[in-house]
């Protein structure tokens, strides 16, 4: 099965130049914003944060075709849900040149 074959998903990748920040400081989306892209996604953990305040919380795992315009302080939404970027993307290198990008996203609810 080819790359292409495996992405099964489309997301909306924000690079960070278009994301603004709101009244409070939180990171949102520029209005028209974002690109269209092609991935594949897994998940690498969830959890429920109980003590002050009971926070739900997950990550996952994205590849998206090399030359995708992302770093680490892009936003991505993925089936309506907004994530973070957590940390740097890295390029993976094939036998002809580069690949894919991996990259982690999160997001915490409640």
Same mark, same amino acid.
């Not at 099965?1 to 994301?19: C, E, G, H, K, W």
């Not at 970027?85 to 890295?90: E, F, I, L, T």
């Given at each position: 099965?080819? @790359?292409? $074959?495996?992405?099964? %998903? #489309? =997301?909306?990748? #924000?690079? %960070? /130049? &278009?994301? #603004? $920040? /709101? $009244?409070?400081g939180n990171r949102v989306l520029a209005a028209g914003s974002g690109v269209s892209v092609r991935a594949r996604r &897994?998940?690498?953990d969830r959890d429920e944060l109980v003590g002050r305040r009971d926070q739900q919380a997950e990550r996952w795992?994205? @590849?998206? *075709? $090399?030359? #995708?315009? =992302?770093d680490g302080r892009s936003l991505i939404v993925d089936d309506g849900t907004t994530f973070e970027? /957590?940390? *740097? *993307? /890295?390029l993976m290198d094939g036998r002809h040149g580069a690949h894919h990008v991996e990259f982690v996203v999160k997001r915490f609810e409640g």
């Open positions: 099965m080819s @790359f292409a $074959a495996l992405l099964n %998903r #489309t =997301i909306v990748v #924000t690079p %960070r /130049d &278009q994301v #603004t $920040a /709101d $009244a409070y &897994q998940q690498v795992l994205y @590849f998206v *075709p $090399a030359g #995708t315009a =992302i970027v /957590d940390g *740097p *993307p /890295d």
